[in-house]
């Protein structure tokens, strides 16, 4: 009898065991499956209008579903003219009719892309296709009774709309023991000087299984020499400690752009001030038990540079912006452990000029033709803004109004095409370098910003679609991109970025008549206010800070 009872619980923790590979493993589709396929959708059986609009401030429930059951993939494929609308559909979900929501996130950054940016992303639990505009969810989400999800367009700029399905299991009776699914967003905008970040708190028994962390440098350089630290169940020293920011996402010696099963980095701009950058971890092997409670905090340390390029610091208290997703399972619903900040506390105040909208402000040599095109979907708008050229020296204009006094990080969203040319960026008539900070690649050295010679600052950007990653796609569409530009103090009044054509890429070449291509096409001019301005001042204070702790440190 004994040994029956033992072999029953070892056959019992050995099934425990493997559970959590069942849903990565084919072997598990070849087993007898419980309960019953449902699916929540935005689908229709009248006609093609298979979508759920949302007004400016609006909130619709996309699924409300009667338990016990689990819910086991979300697609969902949002649209919007406000180019920030990752960051301004937020997702919320809410089991067991509890009050609070267990999962309160910008929809971006639940799917590791942030500051409302767009790419794609390849990792087990989350994937997002078609170039940022497919969102794909695999987390497991289980509950009792009931669930609720919701999408909330908190743009004020801009309607929005969103296909979705989301397909769950609906079982016979309660599970016996139950993990619920949580992912809570926060963001520390400004920083404390010498402060961590907190990624997450939580209060309960469960365990913490993936972070998303997004960063707008206010500084260039590198931003990632601090360490990770896990505090749990109230421990003083953390028994988990990290030796840098990269090694905590799986790095090493810089991050570069990638996306695989566990860990990624899908955003990652040059290293410039108002550098933007987003990375995932997914503790999805090696999750982090706790009991009773959980902290996790990363130093935010590294390089010091002041204006001039000049580096004073390898690991000094840095005043990037950080914000970031926690995802965590709890044997109970937790109260949010922080405040859900509101849309304009989570974008940089933005001028946004959708060319084809503007088509008849743009100024233009007479030797170039302004179109708008119809229908293509790798635009914003889907009728698209070319400049149609064949001369090199034809030049467009495109005037913007700023209102308030700033600094300004310049993109142009460029419509890569592969009859397009290189054209050159004056600001208000001036040379790139002349009138602010240039921080298009191939100019830009971290190290020497702003003692570069005139001759070293790349001053071209080239339409031609240089990034072709599928054949059908690129070849008939083109492709979008957001380039940086560089950074530019504007005072009130009319400004205009003016474009130059100085010719050719190689590979443009008209495939009938031979000649270059000389066109251009672009999507957004955007000029986003920075909410910072010169850091030299946060710079020297945080160096006295470093010398003061190395003084009192023992052993210095």
């Given amino acids: 009898m004994r040994v029956m009872t033992s072999m029953r619980a070892l056959s019992a923790l050995l099934a425990a065991s493997v559970l959590p590979c069942f849903g990565q493993s084919l072997d598990s589709i ?62 919320r979900m809410w089991w067991d009719g509890a009050a609070a929501p267990s999962v309160e996130v910008p929809l971006g950054d639940f799917f590791a892309v942030g500051n409302g940016m767009q790419a794609d992303v390849d990792s087990l639990p989350v994937k997002v296709c078609s170039r940022g505009r497919g969102y794909n ?14 999408l909330a367009n908190e743009s004020d700029r801009e309607p929005a709309s969103c296909y979705f399905q989301i397909d769950w299991v609906r079982q016979d009776r309660e599970p016996d023991d139950l993990m619920y699914f949580h992912a809570r967003y926060h963001q520390e905008c400004p920083p404390q000087m010498g402060k961590p970040y907190t990624v997450f708190v939580g209060k309960g028994r469960g365990h913490y299984v993936g972070t998303v962390l997004s960063s707008q440098n206010a500084i260039g350089h590198w931003f990632g020499e601090g360490d990770d630290f896990f505090y749990i169940d109230g421990e003083q020293v953390p028994s988990i400690a990290g030796t840098g920011t990269e090694d905590y996402l799986s790095e090493a010696w810089n991050m570069r752009v990638h996306s695989s099963l566990f860990t990624g980095c899908t955003i990652f701009e040059p290293r410039a001030a108002d550098a933007r950058i987003t990375a995932y971890r997914w503790h999805i092997p090696d999750p982090v038990i706790f009991r009773k409670s959980l902290r996790l905090e990363l130093e935010r340390k590294g390089f010091l540079m002041t204006s001039k390029g ?91 109004t700023i209102t308030e006094k700033g600094r300004y990080s310049m993109s142009l969203f460029q419509h890569l095409r592969d009859d397009n040319g290189i054209w050159k960026v004056y600001i208000d008539n001036q040379e790139i370098h002349q009138a602010g900070e240039s921080q298009i690649a191939g100019g830009y050295e971290v190290d020497l910003v702003n003692q570069l010679a005139p001759q070293a600052v790349n001053k071209t950007l080239d339409f031609y679609n240089t990034y072709r990653k599928d054949e059908h796609e690129d070849y008939i569409y ?69 010398k003061a702790a190395e003084k009192t440190t023992p052993g210095k």
Avoid at 40 to 64: H, V
């Fill in 478 to 546: 083109g492709q979008r991109r957001e380039r940086k530009i560089g950074l530019f103090h504007f005072e009130p009044g009319e400004h205009a970025l003016r474009l130059v054509c100085v010719g050719a890429n190689p590979g443009s070449v008209h495939p009938e008549t031979g000649k270059p291509g000389y066109n251009l096409s672009a999507d957004v001019l955007s000029l986003r206010k920075l909410p910072f301005e010169n850091m030299d001042q946060w710079i020297q204070k945080a160096i006295e800070m470093e």
């Fill in 310 to 400: 000049e580096v004073l610091s390898e690991a000094g208290s840095r005043p990037d912006y950080w914000s970031s997703v926690a995802f965590w399972y709890q044997d109970t619903i937790a109260e949010p452990w922080c405040q859900f900040p509101p849309y304009r506390d989570r974008v940089n105040p933005e001028i946004v000029l959708q060319l084809p909208r503007v088509v008849k402000t743009i100024r233009h040599s007479q030797d170039v033709e302004l179109q708008v095109n119809p229908y293509n979907r790798a635009t914003y708008t889907k009728p698209w803004f070319r400049a149609k050229n064949e001369a090199i020296g034809s030049w467009i204009e495109i005037p913007f």
């Fill in 30 to 91: 070849t087993r007898p499956q419980q309960g019953r396929s449902m699916r929540a959708t935005s689908g229709n059986p009248f006609n093609n209008t298979d979508l759920a609009r949302f007004e400016i401030g609006q909130s619709k429930t996309i699924a409300d579903l009667v338990g016990p059951g689990e819910i086991r993939h979300i697609w969902l494929v949002p649209t919007s003219m406000d180019i920030r609308h990752p960051r301004a559909l937020v997702l």
């Fill in 137 to 150: 969810c695999y987390w497991r989400m289980p509950f009792r009774k009931s669930a609720k999800i919701t």
